[in-house]
């Protein structure tokens, strides 16, 4: 069975960190972008951070520059983001997705394979 499975979400208070974990099975993120989104309720699902095992590069949205670092574990097939610095407005449901191309997962925001979420709250 292809799949992405994340874990890692949890309730964490202002400033604090959390490290998210998206494990592939059934197929090897090596020749994937994988990419991790956020969904907020009432709002559009958003990009955060993106790798492209390809090259190595990674991509970052504006609002978790400096804060959020995606990483990849090869040998266990898995995506990391470690999250620090987190803020109120970091609140939602992560995703992480796995697509051939950059553009289509960057961009467009669609890919092959997506996660079925996990949530991450970070409120005093």
């Known amino acids: 069975q292809l799949q992405l499975v994340e874990s890692g979400g949890g309730s964490v208070q202002p400033g604090g960190s959390l490290r998210l974990s998206c494990a592939a099975s059934g197929f090897s993120l090596d020749a994937y972008v994988i990419g991790w989104f956020r969904q907020a309720p009432g709002k559009e699902r958003e990009k955060v951070s993106c790798?492209?095992?390809?090259?190595?590069?990674?991509r970052y949205a504006d609002s978790v520059k400096g804060r959020f670092t995606i990483s990849r574990d090869n040998a266990k097939n898995t995506v990391y983001l470690q999250m620090n610095s987190l803020k109120p407005e970091d609140t939602a449901v992560y995703y992480c997705?796995?697509?051939?191309?950059?553009?289509?997962?960057?961009?467009?925001?669609?890919?092959?394979?997506w996660g079925q979420g996990t949530q991450v709250t970070v409120s005093s």
């Open positions: 790798l492209n095992s390809k090259d190595g590069s990674t």
């Open positions: 997705a796995a697509d051939d191309g950059l553009f289509r997962l960057w961009l467009l925001r669609k890919a092959d394979y």
